[in-house]
């Protein structure tokens, strides 16, 4: 299905955050489930994907995150993930690839070498030398999905606490 961009004012904005679970819906699902529901037009079998936000991180390691999610726990090729980030987004996947190719400043094939490795030592280096400022966050992350944890809960809006509760010890 063909997407098209809209821009919509902030009384809009506002009006369609009253009906959308967060961090589940899209605009784009609010509108369809607002406009369409009850006519033969509704989609029902549109499953809306959870996006993964951990709270004060940049969007570019977040989605980089979000697709190393998932390879690793929902098995995807990166080129599968990165078309489920940007569906989950409403983004195009060049958004999506562009987080983790132009940024850290290595092609898709670099990726996908860095990728293939178990502990993903290289690429978390990688994210932690350019995201320095969230060195923690990148490590207990790689850890938690390393380790079998799968790091996004029921309420994907993450904090650093919730990722990592034995720090509150």
């Known amino acids: 299905m063909g997407m098209h961009h809209i821009e919509i004012d902030d009384q809009v904005w506002d009006y369609l955050k009253q009906f ?7 605009p784009n699902t609010v509108l369809r489930r607002l406009l369409l529901e009850g006519t033969d037009a509704f989609d029902q079998d549109e499953e ?6 951990i709270k004060g ?3 570019a390691l977040s989605q980089i995150l979000e697709v190393l999610y998932e390879i690793e726990i929902n098995n995807c090729s990166r080129t599968e993930a990165t078309h489920r980030v940007a569906k ?3 983004t195009a996947p060049q958004t999506v690839i562009d987080k983790y190719c132009r940024q850290l400043n290595k092609r898709a094939h670099e990726i ?3 990728l293939s490795e178990p502990t993903y030592t290289e690429f978390r280096q990688l994210l ?6 969230h060195h923690g966050i990148i490590e207990i992350y790689f850890e938690t ?3 079998g944890q799968a790091p ?8 650093m606490r919730e990722l990592a509760p034995s720090l509150d010890s």
């Open 88 to 90: 989950k987004r409403g």
């Open 112 to 114: 996908d070498q860095m």
């Open 152 to 159: 996004l809960p029921d309420n994907p809006d993450l904090t």
């Open 128 to 133: 932690k030398e350019k995201f320095t400022s």
């Open 20 to 26: 959308a679970e967060p961090f589940v819906d899209t």
């Open 48 to 53: 809306p994907l959870a996006i993964m936000n």
């Open 145 to 147: 999905l390393i380790g």
């Open 57 to 59: 991180v940049p969007k």
